[in-house]
């Protein structure tokens, strides 16, 4: 698995020093599969290329050095613990509903070197309306499966005003993303040119969805999640 990142790492113009860690999460990430729901992808190679690497590919195109940043729905640490362990000296916080995610994240981060990482267990649409995180992040990130302008309202609150929202998506998301324009216009962001790249080792493309915070979240928003997947922006 270290093999495969560390080239992986250098054909996204990456340092490699990264590898390392990388694979002992991915190690870390198979064992506790075993007792817990964590990921589909079991395969070690599987594992280094369409978790790690596709994570990795954010940091080649978003500036996170010395960057305030908050993983929105982070799951198994996807990409914010990826994010951490190329960039240490970056200011994570990875945030999921299911506390028992974030208390595995939390557990081994020291053994990983990412001592420093915060594992927030909390809802989205609750701490965003709170003055402890709201728009208090350079940036945001999401990988979950969600449509982009729910993804939006959950995650632009957090972000300051010229601080950057980046979803990672399919490379069939346009008519998602056009969908989500207005979301995106009314939560205070601004779409920039989205960016594609290809996982090193394999022939999947996928799309960093951009949002640049031009203005201030309203203070209606996020609104309950009820409310928010019922009549979405």
Known sequence: ME???SAGLEALGLPTEGAAALARYGQLLQAQNQVMNLTAITDPEQI??????????????VPLSGAK????????????????????????????????????????APELGAEDVVCLHGRAEELGQSPDFREGFDVA?????AD????????LP????????????????????DR??????????????????TIPGTDVTH??????????????YPRRFAKLKKAPL
């Open 207 to 220: 799309r960093l969805v951009r949002v640049e915070k031009v203005r201030p979240t309203p203070g209606q």
């Open 3 to 5: 093999t495969i990142l």
């Open 158 to 177: 957090f972000v300051r005003v010229g601080g950057l929202f980046v979803a990672m998506k399919s490379v069939d998301s346009r008519t998602e993303v």
């Open 148 to 155: 982009l302008s729910m993804l939006a309202e959950l995650s």
């Open 48 to 61: 280094a290329r369409l978790h790690m690497l596709d994570c990795a590919a954010l940091a080649a195109h």
């Open 141 to 145: 990130t999401s990988r979950a499966v």
């Open 180 to 197: 989500a324009a207005h979301a995106v216009a009314v939560l205070g962001g601004r779409l920039l040119p989205a960016v594609d790249y």
């Open 69 to 108: 940043v908050l993983d929105v729905g982070s799951g198994a640490g996807f990409p914010g613990m990826v994010l951490k362990l190329l960039v240490p000296d970056c200011e994570m916080t990875l945030l999921d509903a299911l506390e028992k995610r974030m208390r595995w994240l939390a557990s081994i």
